[in-house]
């Protein structure tokens, strides 16, 4: 019997699994992939997430960014430098999502990877895990097996407020050039960005659309076409397509000696699509929430879900917002703010965690939408 299985091996399970062993909690980790595995993502995490640790990520970062660079319509380009302490973290996911695994293996946690999940049950005062494998028990629950994981239904979670948006993302192996700067392009794609963020033998370049509404658009062509602005010719390159779990609002994210963390929990930054951080974050505030249940708090879980939505959710409430008058007018948007360099520093960051949405975004909204807060 365990005191805590967590399934899903990505950021938030990782977290878990390493805060839950550090407190001495037996910790089993269940993941339906072989470790390493890939995982799409344009992989840029900020460093803000370091202070949550205590050991050293740099053989997990593949590379790093000071500058930002914007374009519309692969034109119109405005560049700064990041004015924060520690640049943007490129890190492939395969390595980075490993390697926080293997810090809380050392701090003795279990995995057992190439093991989905099948179903679970609730008997007495514990889960039953079920798996291709054998089942296994644990008294508490961590659902961080991503946005498509069937952990959430498992767990009754029928209804929850998320909001999936679609992207498609190519690994370029290439000689990069300017290696500190992270490229986003607004005017291709209708409702969200292309990125091209550089690692240190090629590039992540990706494409997200992150509102609904509107005609379909044909991502592949885009993507190529935006590939061949850095010498790369996405049709040979490895494509994955993926969904994203937005932040859509407060919800539960507790039930009976489970809560849920990651993409589970819809965590995603409605406005950047940073998932990484807030991923961590869940996992984090969960280990701390299965450690108080271990040790009799009654209400740890409630005050789990409480906790991601004033602490997190309260913030993307004002992300929301400006995703939705940014992406339904980019043009505007980015004539009146991206194109100021200022702008561009925000942007980097929100995206180091250095700023909150709360700061930023009233201002942003009265050049974006005339008398708003008037």
């Not at 079920?130 to 508490?140: D, L, M």
């Not at 040790?295 to 740890?300: E, F, K, L, T, V």
């Amino acid at each position: 019997m365990y005191d805590c299985i967590i399934v899903g091996a990505g950021p938030a399970g990782g977290t878990a699994a390493y805060h839950l062993a550090k407190r001495g909690r037996s910790v089993l980790v269940l993941e339906k992939e072989t470790l390493p595995r890939y995982k799409p993502c344009g992989g840029g995490v900020s460093p803000a997430i370091a202070q949550w640790f205590d050991f050293d990520f740099s053989p997990a970062i593949s590379s790093t960014a000071d500058t930002i660079r914007c374009t519309w319509n692969m034109g119109e380009p405005v560049e700064a430098e990041l004015k924060t302490p520690e640049p943007v973290w490129m890190v492939r996911r395969d390595v980075f999502d490993h390697f926080l695994i293997q810090q809380a293996q050392k701090q003795g946690a279990e995995l057992k990877d190439n093991t989905a999940v099948t179903g679970i049950e609730f008997k007495g005062d514990s889960w039953q895990v079920n798996t291709a494998n054998g089942s296994v028990s644990g008294r508490y629950l961590i659902a961080a097996d991503g946005a498509k994981g069937p952990m959430a239904k498992f767990l009754g979670f029928k209804d929850r407020k998320r909001l999936l948006a679609a992207a498609l993302e190519a690994e370029a192996s290439a000689k990069v050039e300017n290696g500190h700067i992270a490229h986003f392009e607004f005017g291709m794609i209708k409702n969200g960005y292309l990125w091209n963020f550089p690692k240190a033998d090629g590039y992540s370049i990706g494409i997200g659309r992150f509102l609904g509404g509107g005609e379909a658009q044909d991502f592949k062509s885009i993507l190529n076409e935006y590939g061949s602005l850095f010498g790369v010719d996405i049709k040979i390159c490895k494509q994955y397509g993926h969904a994203l779990c937005l932040w859509n609002g407060n919800q539960k994210l507790h039930t009976e000696n489970a809560v849920l963390a990651g993409e589970a929990a819809c965590v995603v930054d409605p406005f950047t699509a940073e998932g990484i951080r807030p991923s961590i974050f869940s996992g984090m505030k969960a280990a701390e929430a299965i450690d108080q249940a271990l040790g009799g708090d009654i209400n740890a879980l409630e005050k789990y879900s409480d906790t991601i939505n004033e602490q997190w959710g309260s913030d993307m409430a004002w992300a929301q917002k400006l995703a939705g008058a940014f992406y339904r007018f980019p043009g505007i948007g980015y004539k009146v703010g991206v194109k100021r360099p200022s702008s561009v520093q925000i942007m980097g960051k929100l995206l180091c965690g250095e700023l909150r949405y709360s700061e930023v975004t009233g201002r942003a909204l009265k050049r974006l939408v005339p008398g708003f807060g008037g």
